[in-house]
């Protein structure tokens, strides 16, 4: 009985885009970290993205400000993994846990529990990010 009351509750989501294209684009976006795939990764994003990673921290505007982010991130020859947690996706949006360990070649490696928002627009490609973690995220 609960879940067809929340059946119909999310029946009533609109959506210019489809779940499985949403799961598509944050898969697509994971697995751009494995494979160390920076362009396929910028390619998921709208030109006028806006990503605050981690929330509270200045939001960087625009796709060249994102791609100046991970090229100053990458400073440092890395491997990067990810593992998918938990998706969760309503309407264009997602709410995604997954860890990324980062091994930093030759110095040292962590794992971090991300959190993250998505959000796409009618193009399928990603408007917002918001990246939750703090220092207890990290191991």
């Known amino acids: ?19 499985e294209q949403v799961t598509q684009v944050v898969n697509a976006y994971l697995d751009s970290w494995t494979q160390g795939q920076a362009e396929a990764r910028a390619a998921l994003f709208a030109e006028d993205v806006i990503v605050e990673d981690p929330v509270g921290a200045p939001a960087l505007i625009g796709k060249p400000a994102l791609i100046a982010f991970w090229q100053k991130a990458a400073a440092y020859p890395t491997n990067t993994t990810t593992q998918l947690k938990h998706l969760v996706v309503c309407g264009n949006e997602a709410l995604v846990e997954f860890s990324m360990t980062i091994k ?3 110095i040292t490696q962590g794992t971090i529990l991300i959190r993250e928002n998505f959000k796409l627009d009618e193009a399928g490609k990603i408007i917002s990010l918001r990246a939750f973690w703090d220092l207890d995220s990290v191991s």
Request: proline share 5%; net charge positive.
């Open 1 to 19: 009985m609960i879940k067809t009351m929340m059946r119909q509750l999310l029946d009533t989501i609109s959506s210019n885009v489809s779940p």
């Open 104 to 106: 930093v070649m030759g």
